[in-house]
């Protein structure tokens, strides 16, 4: 939602006769509002389910997929947690319904200022992409443990990771802050990667993703003008500039 409102306001000075109004609520959000005709772009983090596109086709909506750009998936912890490094299966672990993890001693961990030692899980709510995301990547056909912490948005997720040390969360790269630190994610016993743009454009980072518009059907007059745009050097850099890994390379100012 935050590049696609900078895209909205750059637009401004590109066309001004053109009204770009964005709406945030996650992916499954806008998928449904283009479902219902009510929107003529829908951002998601997540493919569209094939009920999803059923739904859409009865309705007289033919959706259409563009890739906009990639996002790295990050897993935050409190800046007093001393682990630099973890696992696909430790996250499986602590996140999942069959995880047998619900203490950092577990891990060997002791986080200053976390007496309990109790892992203290953030998550989105299910109409997110990122939830949807993260739950494919991670937790593979598994469900979510009960009782882990739901948060509306993902900027929701780091302010509650930044002020509980024995929190762990997942966001997007763009809302990482100096409150908080990333992890270094392995998978298979491979070498652990930082998340950063060049590691989610690159695909090297184990949780990256891409981030992707719906139209009804191919672009066309004002929408396309948009799309165009957006796809241009001067979009990508936007995108980039958000904390996201354009499509392709591009040349910023």
Known sequence: VNVAQAWAENYKEVNPNVAVAVTGGGSGTGISA???GTVDIANASRKMKEKE?????ENGV???????????LAVFLHPDNPIDEITIGELAAIYGEGGETESW??????????????????SRQNNSGTYAYFKTAVLGKDKFKNGTLDMHGSKDVVDLVEKTPCAIGYS?????TEHTKMACISKDGQPCVLPSVQTAGDGSYPIARP???YTNGQPAGDIKAYMD?????????IILKKGYAPVRPVQCN
């Open 34 to 36: 283009l479902i219902n």
């Open 53 to 57: 596109i059923e739904m859409a086709r």
């Open 62 to 72: 033919e959706p259409v997929e563009h890739v906009v750009g990639f996002d790295a």
């Open 105 to 122: 001693q577990q891990l060997e961990v002791e986080i200053p200022g976390c007496g309990s030692s109790e892992i203290v899980r953030v």
């Open 172 to 176: 997007g790269l763009a809302y990482a």
């Open 211 to 213: 981030l992707m518009m």
């Open 229 to 237: 745009w957006l796809m241009s050097d001067e979009g990508q850099c």
